[in-house]
C-alpha cells in the first residue's frame, strides 16, 4: 500500500506564497500518477495540478501561472508551489497517487488566504 502525508499548509495574506509537499511511502514504485486536490466548504473536491510518471504535468484554468507541481524522487516527496495567493485558493487541500490497482490520499492540509 501507499501512505502520504502531506505538509506545508497555514495562514497566509493574499499576494503570498505557501509550498506543500506530499511525502509517500510504501509501494511507491507502482505509483504512475499524482496530484492536489482541493475541497473548499460546501464545495466538490477539485483537481488543482497533476503529474505523471513521465513529468507530464496539467493545471486547472484557476491556478495557471500561479501554482507549480513537482516531484522529487530521491525523496519520495510531490510539491505544489503556490504563489499569488488568492482568498478563493482556501481549501482543504490533499494528495492522491494512483495506482494500476487503487487511489491513495493524504489526510488533507488546511490552506487559509486571509487578510
Known amino acids: 500500500q501507499v501512505q502520504l502525508v502531506e505538509s506545508g499548509g497555514g495562514l497566509v495574506q493574499p499576494g503570498g506564497s505557501l509550498r506543500l509537499s506530499c511525502a509517500a511511502s510504501g509501494s511507491i514504485f507502482s505509483i504512475y500518477f499524482m496530484g492536489w486536490y482541493r475541497q473548499a466548504p460546501g464545495e466538490q473536491r477539485e483537481l488543482v495540478a497533476s503529474?505523471?510518471?513521465?513529468?507530464?504535468?496539467n493545471y486547472a484554468d484557476s491556478v495557471k501561472g500561479r501554482f507549480t507541481i513537482s516531484r522529487d524522487n530521491t525523496k519520495n516527496t510531490m510539491y505544489l508551489q503556490m504563489n499569488s495567493l488568492k482568498p478563493e485558493d482556501t481549501a482543504v487541500y490533499y494528495c492522491?497517487?494512483?495506482?494500476?490497482?487503487?487511489?491513495?490520499w493524504g489526510q488533507g492540509i488546511q490552506v487559509t488566504v486571509s487578510s
Open positions: 503529474i505523471t510518471s513521465g513529468d507530464s504535468t
Open positions: 492522491k497517487a494512483r495506482t494500476p490497482k487503487y487511489d491513495a
